[in-house]
């Protein structure tokens, strides 16, 4: 343990200029921590334009700090960010895939070279404002740490973390874990906090809110082709299979497109069903629930267990996106870095690229990315 004056020891706490990483890092100070804050900046390249907060984030966080009487650092991860996980994020596209690069922004960033930052200045551990839970455990005499949910299930961010192995669990503490997104708000009202009435950010993690398709037309090229209904119909021109996802309802540009009716003599809506690479086709379909649009199993590669070791063959529980329910499902095999599970209800536009994770009640067991 470094040599601070505190007897629970150092913690860096990843403090963003949002109210649930300023709660963090007051939360810890009352347990007793020697607390530092430290502020990631992980974009940079239009940081003057309107939809890059960054600085006035800095502002805030650096208030907070100030406030609580912490120190805070800020410490510059662009070049991290823009080789590990921006880099990845459009080679995924360009494949005609949709990744999370939130989950990979946590695996690379915020628990490796934020982790490894932190270590290098004396720190016992590191915090962030994640909503999950850590749980040490003790089995035949071994040691290991267990990634739960949230106890707030409409905050759970278990899904974004299931790459974590336990190296990385073993030095994080999540103190928002036990608390709901109510009182972290009510704690930053009471405390004073100058951003206790922030808005949560939104967006992905350094796209933010700027406009998604034109952000990406920046970075990938347009490369137009034909949307054609699973009848072979041509019903419209895309600008590139990179700019859609599966399950993509608005913005395909086929609005005018009539094709089947409801009873009541409306349109029904039009859904981004298949990519066809090969032949740079966009297939699409109508109806929420077109066959197309529904699958019974998938296929994950590149897994990555939180004990370190694939679960046995059983049934579980799983999200095939953040926004899900879990759904139950059999892990039918495991072989190396691959694994397949078939679920009981079919799953809606389960999209290629995202991340399938899998709990076993509460317990989040890991992952991998659907193919």
């Known amino acids: 343990m470094s040599q601070t004056s505190s007897k629970k020891g150092r913690i860096v706490v990843g403090m963003s200029g949002g109210v649930d990483s300023s709660v963090t890092a007051w939360l810890l100070k009352q347990q007793g921590y020697d607390v530092l804050g430290l502020f990631m900046k992980n974009w940079e390249d239009d940081d003057d334009s309107e939809y890059c907060s960054s600085r006035q984030d800095w502002l805030d966080a650096a208030s907070v700090a100030d406030l609580i009487g912490v120190d805070i650092e800020a410490v510059n991860f662009a070049a991290e960010y823009k ?75 278990s899904y974004f973390l299931h790459r974590l192995n336990q190296a990385q669990l073993s030095r994080t503490r999540f103190p928002l874990g036990d608390i709901t997104k109510q009182e972290v708000r009510r704690i930053a009202a009471e405390i004073g906090l100058p951003n206790a009435t922030k ?67 409306t349109a029904e809506a039009w859904y981004a069903a298949r990519k066809d690479m ?39 529980a799983a999200k095939t996106r953040y926004r899900q329910a879990d759904a139950t499902c059999q892990l039918d095999s ?21 991340s399938a994770v899998l709990y076993d009640g509460d317990v989040c067991l890991g992952g991998g990315i659907i193919v």
């Open 83 to 157: 080789d590990r996980v921006f880099g990845e994020f459009l080679r995924e596209y360009s494949a005609g895939r949709t990744p999370n690069p939130d989950v990979l922004c946590n695996a690379e960033i915020k628990f490796k070279a934020f982790l490894d930052h932190a270590m290098s200045l004396g720190a016992d551990l590191i915090a962030t404002g994640h909503y999950a839970r850590v749980r040490e455990v003790e089995q035949g005499g071994q040691r290991s740490f267990q990634l739960l949910k949230a106890v707030d299930g409409s905050k759970d961010q």
């Open 199 to 265: 808005k949560d950010s939104t967006g992905i993690c350094f796209i933010g809110e700027r406009p998604f398709r034109e952000f990406l037309n920046r970075y990938l090229p347009t490369k137009p082709g034909p949307i054609k209904t699973p009848e072979g119909e041509v019903v419209g021109q895309h600008q590139g299979l990179a700019f859609h996802t599966l399950g993509q309802r608005k913005g395909l540009g086929i609005g005018g497109v009539k094709g089947r009716q409801r009873e009541d003599g």
């Open 278 to 316: 090969a032949t740079n086709t966009l297939y699409v379909v109508q109806g929420h629930d077109h066959p197309w649009l529904l699958a019974n199993t998938l296929s994950a590669t590149d897994a990555s267990w939180i004990s370190g070791a694939p679960p046995q063959p059983g049934e579980y």
């Open 334 to 354: 495991v072989i190396g870095g691959d694994f397949t599970l078939t679920f009981r209800t079919p799953q809606w536009a389960v999209t290629p690229g995202q």
